[in-house]
C-alpha cells in the first residue's frame, strides 16, 4: 500500500514569491504516477501537475513544476510568481499498482500576502 | 467541455436517515469513482467503476453505502442509514480508461454532507 506525507500543515508566501510544498511518498511499485491538486474554498479538485515514474525530465506546467527526486522519493511542488489566487488547499496525489486510484496526503494550506 | 456535474451542493440530514448523491461524469470518461473527504484529510477512495462494473470497493462501508452506475454514464452513491462519522464532502471524478497517467481526471465540485 502506498502512503503519501506532506508535513507542511501550513505555508505563508509573499506575492510574486516562489513557493515549495513538500511531499513524499513510499510505494514499492516501479511504475507509479504523482499529481498535484489545488482545492480551493469553494471545494472542487484542480489539476495541477502531473509526473510519472519513468519520466526523465522533471514535469512543468505554466508557473508549476515539479521537483522530481526518485532516489528520496520525493515530488514537491513548486509556483513561481505566486498570486492572491493561489491561496487554498494543495493535495499531493500517487496513483500506483497499474489501477486509476489516486491516494492522497493530508494536504498544505498555502496563504499568499501582500 | 462540459466538467463533472454533482447534485445536490450540499445537504443536512439527522442520523438514522438516508440520502442520495448524483454524479453526471464528463462525456465519453468510462472510469468513475466517488471520494469521501473528511474536514482536514485528503479525499478517500469508496468505489470505482468502469462503464457500469466496479473495479474497486475495498474501503467502501458496505453494511450502509451503495453505489450504482446503470448504462455506465451516471452514478447514484447512497447512505442508508447516516452516522455523524459520514459527515464529509463526497467527490465524484471521472477519467478515459487506462492503466496510469492523468487520463483527464476531473473532479466535480462535490457534495458537502451533514450529519446531525
Known amino acids: 500500500a502506498q502512503k503519501i506525507t506532506q508535513t507542511q500543515p501550513g505555508m505563508f508566501v509573499q506575492e510574486k514569491e516562489a513557493v515549495t510544498l513538500d511531499c513524499t511518498y513510499d510505494?514499492?511499485?516501479?511504475?507509479?504516477?504523482l499529481f498535484w491538486y489545488k482545492q480551493p474554498s469553494s471545494g472542487e479538485m484542480i489539476f495541477l501537475i502531473y509526473q510519472g515514474s519513468y519520466d526523465q525530465q522533471n514535469a512543468t506546467e505554466g508557473r508549476y513544476s515539479l521537483n522530481f527526486q526518485k532516489a528520496r522519493k520525493s515530488a514537491n511542488l513548486v509556483i513561481s510568481a505566486s498570486q492572491l489566487g493561489d491561496s487554498a488547499m494543495y493535495f499531493c496525489?500517487?496513483?500506483?499498482?497499474?489501477?486509476?486510484?489516486?491516494?492522497f496526503g493530508t494536504g498544505t494550506q498555502l496563504k499568499v500576502e501582500l | 467541455e462540459a466538467g463533472v456535474a454533482q447534485s445536490p451542493r450540499y445537504k443536512i440530514i439527522e442520523k438514522r436517515q438516508s440520502v442520495a448523491f448524483w454524479c453526471n461524469p464528463i462525456s465519453g470518461h468510462a472510469t468513475l469513482y466517488w471520494y469521501q473527504q473528511i474536514l482536514g484529510q485528503g479525499p478517500k477512495l469508496l468505489i470505482q467503476f468502469q462503464n457500469n462494473g466496479v473495479v474497486d470497493d475495498s474501503q467502501l462501508p458496505k453494511d450502509r453505502f451503495s453505489a450504482e452506475r446503470l448504462k455506465g454514464v451516471d452514478s447514484t452513491l447512497k447512505i442508508q442509514p447516516a452516522k455523524l462519522e459520514d459527515s464529509a464532502v463526497y467527490l465524484c471524478?471521472?477519467?478515459?480508461?487506462?492503466?496510469?497517467?492523468?487520463?483527464?481526471?476531473?473532479f466535480g465540485s462535490g457534495t458537502r454532507l451533514t450529519v446531525v
Open positions: 496525489a500517487a496513483q500506483t499498482g497499474g489501477g486509476n486510484k489516486l491516494t
Open positions: 471524478a471521472s477519467s478515459l480508461v487506462g492503466s496510469q497517467g492523468n487520463y483527464g481526471y476531473t
Open positions: 510505494t514499492s511499485d516501479p511504475s507509479y504516477g
